[in-house]
């Protein structure tokens, strides 16, 4: 469903909000198209990719980076060398070296919809005051009638790839080296990420949550079975969208098959938490409204949480109760979200959680690396050791926003940025 080269015209006349309708959004698309056709333009015969300088040297492995190493869960912060072989890390030296570069692990970032990238930045709710809109986080996001689902409801499969091949261009330029989706429109939809993710060749590694695109068809089922064959499991919008049948069915049919279930819950309010908890997910994202005896359920079922702390400020739910998570037992990882509220920038996301929460730096590091890791069920990645894939960032620890760090842990939670990285591994 397509528009060959303009926006579609939309038909809808529901309204999506009050003083919100669809010429505001037929307005809008046309701003959308204005600007993409100028970036065109203006960007003519220039190619926007780039690659970092990552040939460091030749040694008698694959390849050797030095600096100061954030090493292990920890982390564990020591000099020296980390010798990479065959993609993998086959040693870590501890020695003086000359190089003062830190070398981290790359991020991971346990939840994103990658699908609405272009539609960046919509209208966030109904003007109530001349200088403040009164936020709806109904009206830009749930299924059908939201103004993400309207939106990508209008997107061909070639706009649809093109814009997803942006966002994983910009989830690698911000140092992440795995990203978790919930991937709307059914095994279309899954597809267009795994054409996107072929065209960009880059190497960032996709955790594909699918969604059918027709819960309540009589080819349901035949959706769900085909959906399994080519998605690393089920992503649930939200379970008050479903009936208990449907619902059973993504549950029973994701175990048998060895799939990953990951459910939202509790964002705007906890009427869905304990239906959710009922359908023992191996992923909860959200939980921005649960309470202590919410999260002692969920700890003791073992859940892990991914938490999106700028996306719940963006649309006006409030914060998630991380501190309480931790003291739960729960292993909690960070997610950037919806790329048309904010941008995959982990660095942004964990200075949010260090300052607003004043959590330890340690504990920040591990969110946005290991605790993610395990949540996706990537242990391969996720720290600096040894036998792990070489997934590595090197930041200069000499450039302007770096230079006079005392405390590189506290530096790399509080203040590092994307341009602070020299190079990508």
Not at 279 to 308: F, N, R, W, Y
Request: proline share 4%.
């Amino acid at each position: 469903m397509g528009w060959s080269g303009s926006f579609p015209a939309f038909k809808y006349r529901v309204k999506v909000m009050s003083g919100f309708d669809d010429s505001d959004l037929k307005r809008l698309l046309g701003i959308i198209e204005r600007v993409e056709n100028e970036r065109e333009s203006e960007n003519a015969g220039l190619s926007p990719e780039f690659e970092f300088d990552t040939n460091f040297s030749d040694y008698p492995c694959d390849r050797m980076v030095s600096g100061l190493i954030f090493k292990g869960d920890g982390p564990e912060l020591v000099y020296g060398n980390v010798y990479i072989e065959q993609g993998l890390i086959k040693e870590i030296e501890e020695t003086r070296v000359k190089s003062e570069n830190w070398i981290v692990p790359r991020f991971i970032n346990a939840h994103t919809h990658i699908g609405d990238t272009m539609l960046k930045d919509p209208p966030l709710g109904n003007v109530y005051r001349s200088f403040a809109v009164q936020r709806d986080l109904d009206v830009l996001v749930k299924p059908p009638n939201g103004l993400k689902h309207k939106f990508l409801s209008g997107l061909s499969a070639e706009e649809a790839v093109c814009s997803m091949e942006a966002a994983i261009w910009d989830i690698y330029q911000n140092g992440i080296s795995v990203f978790a989706d919930f991937r709307e429109g059914g095994v279309d939809g899954v597809h267009a990420l795994l054409t996107a993710l072929q065209k960009t060749s880059r190497h960032v590694q996709p955790v594909i949550f699918g969604r059918p695109a027709h819960i309540a068809s009589p080819s349901f089922s035949d959706e769900l079975r085909d959906l399994l064959d080519v998605a690393d499991g089920i992503g649930i919008s939200g379970v008050n969208d479903m009936d208990g049948s449907a619902l059973s069915q993504l549950s029973s049919k994701s175990a048998s098959r060895q799939k990953k279930l990951a459910i939202h819950a509790g964002e705007k309010d906890r009427s869905d938490i304990e239906t959710a908890v009922s359908l023992k997910p191996d992923l909860l994202i959200h939980m921005t409204q649960s309470t202590p005896d919410d999260l002692k359920t969920v700890a003791d079922e073992g859940i892990p949480i991914t938490v999106c702390v700028r996306s719940n400020m963006t649309t006006g739910v409030g914060i998630p109760p991380v501190l309480d998570m931790l003291d739960a037992g729960i292993r909690v990882s960070v997610g950037t979200d919806n790329i048309m509220l904010n941008s995959p920038d982990m660095f942004e996301e964990i200075h949010f959680l260090s300052k607003i929460y004043g959590l330890s730096d340690d504990t920040v590091f591990r969110m946005a690396t290991s605790a993610g890791a395990d949540a996706v069920d990537c242990r391969f990645t996720g720290s600096i050791e040894v036998g792990k894939k070489a997934d590595l960032l090197i930041l200069n620890a000499k450039s302007s926003n770096l230079k006079y760090v005392k405390d590189p842990l506290a530096g790399y939670a509080r203040r590092a940025r994307t341009d602070d990285i020299l190079g990508i591994i």
